[in-house]
């Protein structure tokens, strides 16, 4: 047997909405199946406003500008994520400084946030690993208290929810993404969501090249000029057709995916009863939309065994990030600091293959070989 760690998944009129979308004679960004992203995420998440971008990265980027990030100003950010959570501030000239893991969540440590506070501090990002949320509720008010801005990178937080609330509804602004390894895909993309309305009508110029292009299209203005800096941040509309036909089938999406992460997780209680290996945790505040099912291994050492016995098996599980504060780039220009939890997930989490076309059979194979590995 061979199993990929992801399998892209077309379930819905995908293709068929491409075909209509090339047929409207309008492939360009911001046509119809752009508006109707556009309508599916403020009216089911009460979103004030969003974009689609070409991809998170350029959510993040659109936000850092909106921002109006400088040299010398202060972004924090997890360690544990990504690189664009990072980067797209970076090329702002912003100075990162890294907050560690959790020590049962690979999310940031909301109770280290305010030691990290200095007054060159504008910007809080928070990534919600995996798809469950941030302790929020403190973030937003250590936010309030020094009048910072919070970013939710929710790449992965599709149909999560805090307390209640949609990710990527809480923050001033929010980054999501549709990568082919995402929960609801177009290939590449993204999708920048503003819940402050102050920045409604510049994202609107920066994501057009820096022109008040949208407003000539809307018959607003007679002609359009250049009036702040952007880029080409809007994808085709191509692409959210294809998106279009994906949102369409969230929920059978989600009722697939929950229901492999809730098998993963019966049938390796009993690898937590005996402590050979921890599995996620979803605090009290977050819901769970099965974005990935990952162990936390023992050590490294075991880690790369468990590795190499899946692949023995056909079966290609992955670590994932690195944490940023050790990469060659920021530990070139900056005092290595210490952050333990970031790094004992990068060295012990490991993911397992979890996408909508896993079989029953795929699945029950994957757990008994990592059974038999342990048994051993």
């Known amino acids: 047997m061979n199993i990929p760690f992801n399998k892209p998944c077309f379930i819905g009129k995908e293709t068929e909405y491409i075909t209509q979308a090339v047929k409207s004679g309008k492939i360009s960004g911001d046509?119809?199946?752009?508006?109707?992203?556009h309508d599916f995420f403020e009216s089911k998440y009460g979103f004030k406003k969003v974009f689609l971008t070409t991809s998170c990265t350029?959510?993040?980027?659109?936000?850092?500008?909106?921002?109006?990030?400088?040299?010398?100003?202060?972004?924090?950010?997890?360690?544990?994520?990504?690189?664009?959570?990072?980067?797209?501030?970076?090329?702002?000239?912003?100075k990162i400084v890294f907050i560690d893991s959790c020590l049962d969540h690979p999310n940031m440590d909301a109770s280290r946030l305010e030691s990290l506070i200095t007054e060159k501090t504008k910007a809080i990002v928070a990534v919600?690993?995996?798809?469950?949320?941030?302790?929020?509720?403190?973030?937003?008010?250590?936010?309030?208290?020094?009048?910072?801005?919070?970013?939710?990178?929710?790449?992965?937080?599709?149909?999560?929810?805090?307390?209640?609330?949609?990710?990527?509804?809480i923050g001033h602004l929010a980054a999501f993404s549709f990568h082919e390894t995402k929960n609801i895909i177009s290939g590449e993309g993204g999708m920048l969501v503003i819940n402050d309305e102050q920045f409604i009508k510049r994202a609107e110029i920066i994501r057009e090249k820096g022109t008040n292009r949208s407003q000539f299209?809307?018959?607003?203005?007679?002609?359009?000029?250049?009036?702040?800096?952007?880029?080409?941040?809007?994808?085709?509309?191509?692409?959210?057709a294809f998106l279009y036909g994906q949102l369409e089938q969230l929920e059978k999406v989600q009722e697939k995916r929950m229901k492999l992460w809730s098998q993963y997780q019966q049938a390796f209680n009993d690898l937590v009863v005996t402590k050979k290996v921890d599995l996620p945790k979803i605090p009290e505040y977050a819901s769970n939309n099965a974005h990935i099912f990952y162990l936390v291994c023992k050590s490294k050492e075991e880690r790369s065994q468990l590795i190499e016995h899946l692949s023995i098996d056909g079966i290609l599980a992955v670590f994932h990030y690195l944490s940023l504060h050790k990469s060659p780039f920021y530990s070139a220009n900056h005092n290595l600091v210490e952050l333990v939890n970031s790094d004992n997930y990068s060295e012990r989490l490991l993911r397992l293959p979890l996408f909508y076309d896993l079989t029953n059979k795929q699945q029950t194979y994957i757990i008994n070989s990592i059974q038999r590995f342990y048994k051993s």
């Open 31 to 37: 046509g119809m199946f752009t508006k109707k992203c």
């Open 58 to 94: 350029d959510a993040l980027e659109m936000s850092a500008i909106l921002l109006d990030i400088q040299e010398g100003d202060e972004v924090i950010v997890p360690s544990f994520t990504f690189v664009s959570s990072a980067n797209a501030f970076v090329l702002r000239g912003a």
């Open 128 to 169: 919600h690993y995996a798809g469950i949320a941030c302790d929020m509720d403190p973030i937003m008010e250590l936010a309030k208290k020094y009048r910072l801005f919070v970013v939710e990178d929710a790449a992965q937080a599709i149909h999560s929810f805090y307390k209640g609330k949609p990710l990527g509804s």
């Open 217 to 240: 299209f809307r018959g607003e203005i007679n002609q359009y000029n250049w009036v702040d800096i952007g880029s080409s941040f809007l994808p085709s509309d191509m692409i959210a």
